[in-house]
């Protein structure tokens, strides 16, 4: 499939200023010459109050995208969606809920991780959860688990998710039965970043047989991070990718979500967001490579 790359422009969606929502947290999916994005869409249902849910838009030249399709009209805090794959026959997307209590910022300690099933990639099962008890490693402080990202692997599904600003890991042989795959310690920690920053919005790419983590950390200026491993428990810090600074939004790009498109497009694909004045504000967009580490983007 041809891009037109140089027609592409960012963002891609942005319905701050004509219906008051935020679009952030995208998981980008490529299958038969379509572009899923799956994004966290914030809305403000009255004063000092946020609501999340999980939207799709779809397109398949990056250019033109379809009107956004709400998932699931739930009060549940549905967000922040992970990434999508097949398992026993149907596609399979992980959320997490995202319960916030008015007058604060930022989701509750009951925050949990949660999975979905489609025949078709527009219609989705309501979600069902992973560990209703929340993260049970010994490291963790507290039960509160967001920002999942499921990888098939070895014949297994490895589930990496953010609590107390590190990054956990499970494990389950059929979706259905998790484990702490790390109970003992965080599988990358803020310790080994260099400034040390709490971390988030893992995403894991196998790029020719190493496998890629893409992260954000956690302070003002955001960014995204790179770092390593060749066994999923074990892993080493790369760089910080530099980008552009952008005009329609006042912080740099976080939350990536990367696929492998060179087969069809010649590019790895990544959608992100970037934030604005307040919390959750924020609006997509895409940036692409040839090698993981130059991104081109507008």
């Not at 947290?25 to 999340?52: K, N």
């Not at 025949?119 to 509160?144: C, M, N, Q, Y």
């Not at 692997?153 to 795959?181: H, I, M, N, P």
Request: hydrophobic share 40%; with cysteine; charged share 25%.
């Amino acid at each position: 499939m041809e891009i037109a790359w140089d027609q592409l422009r960012n963002p891609i969606l942005d319905r701050d200023r004509t219906d008051n929502i935020q679009e952030r947290d995208g998981a980008i999916f490529l299958h038969e010459g379509v572009f899923y994005l799956y994004h966290c869409a914030v809305e403000y249902p009255r004063l000092f109050s946020y609501q999340f849910y999980t939207d799709l838009i779809t397109s398949t030249d990056l250019i033109n995208w379809s009107a956004p399709q709400r998932l699931w009209d739930s009060d549940f805090g549905f967000s922040s969606p992970g990434n999508v794959f097949r398992a026993n026959g149907k596609w399979v997307l992980c959320v997490q809920t995202y319960p916030i209590e008015r007058f604060h910022w930022w989701g509750s300690d009951d925050c949990r991780l949660w999975t979905s099933e489609s025949d078709d990639l527009l219609h989705w099962t309501f979600p069902k959860v992973i560990s209703a008890e929340g993260s049970k490693a010994a490291w963790a402080k507290e039960h509160r688990q967001i920002d999942p990202f499921i990888l098939p692997r070895d014949g297994r599904f490895w589930c990496y998710y953010k609590t107390s600003g590190q990054l956990g890991l499970l494990v389950s042989d059929d979706l259905e039965s998790w484990d702490e795959a790390s109970p003992d310690r965080p599988v990358f920690s803020a310790g080994e970043t260099p400034d040390h920053t709490t971390i988030e919005n893992a995403c894991i790419v196998d790029a020719d047989g190493e496998l890629v983590m893409f992260f954000s950390p956690c302070y003002n200026k955001r960014g995204i991070g790179i770092a390593r491993s060749s066994d999923l428990f074990h892993w080493t810090f790369d760089r910080y990718l530099r980008f552009p600074k952008f005009s329609w939004a006042k912080s740099g790009p976080t939350a990536p979500s990367v696929i492998d498109a060179r087969a069809e497009t010649g590019k790895w694909l990544m959608a992100f967001h970037a934030e604005r004045r307040q919390p959750h504000h924020a609006a997509l967009a895409l940036a692409w490579s040839d090698d993981l580490i130059a991104w081109e983007t507008v």
